[in-house]
């Protein structure tokens, strides 16, 4: 079983910074295997839209990222990719939501579209004016 964990939200004011951390943990396998990992959110009363993913498998830590938070957000992980962070800066009243991270091992590169396995329990962002 693979657990996923998020941490870090909270509340802070337009312009703000926050930095989020997922730790994907449990019967993860062969530090040898890869992710996609990514980085969802959910406001109330709007659809789930992906934030960006990563593919640990790129040595270069290259990350694909919705056009709303381009410029603004980045994601970077651990060596081993089992540590997920997402970094917000200016952040937007409409940036305000739930966010969930969620791992899968893969062998091929992800996108904004790619399925997800294993995904977090969810941290609330609010982004105040």
């Known amino acids: 079983q693979v657990q996923v964990l998020e941490s870090g939200g909270g509340s802070v004011e337009v312009g703000g910074s926050l930095r989020l951390s997922c730790e994907v943990s449990g019967d993860t396998g062969d530090t040898r295997i890869k992710w996609c990992l990514g980085w969802f959110r959910q406001a109330p009363g709007k659809e789930r839209e992906s934030v960006g993913v990563v593919f640990t498998g790129d040595d270069d830590g290259y990350a694909r990222y919705a056009d709303s938070v381009k410029g603004r957000f980045t994601i970077s992980h651990d060596n081993h990719g089992h540590t997920l962070y997402l970094q917000m800066n200016n952040l937007k009243p409409e940036d305000t939501a739930e966010y969930y991270c969620?791992?899968?091992?893969?062998?091929?590169?992800?996108?904004?579209?790619?399925?997800?396995?294993?995904w977090g329990q969810g941290t609330q962002v609010t982004v105040s004016s």
């Open positions: 969620a791992a899968r091992p893969s062998i091929f590169q992800c996108n904004l579209r790619s399925p997800f396995d294993y």
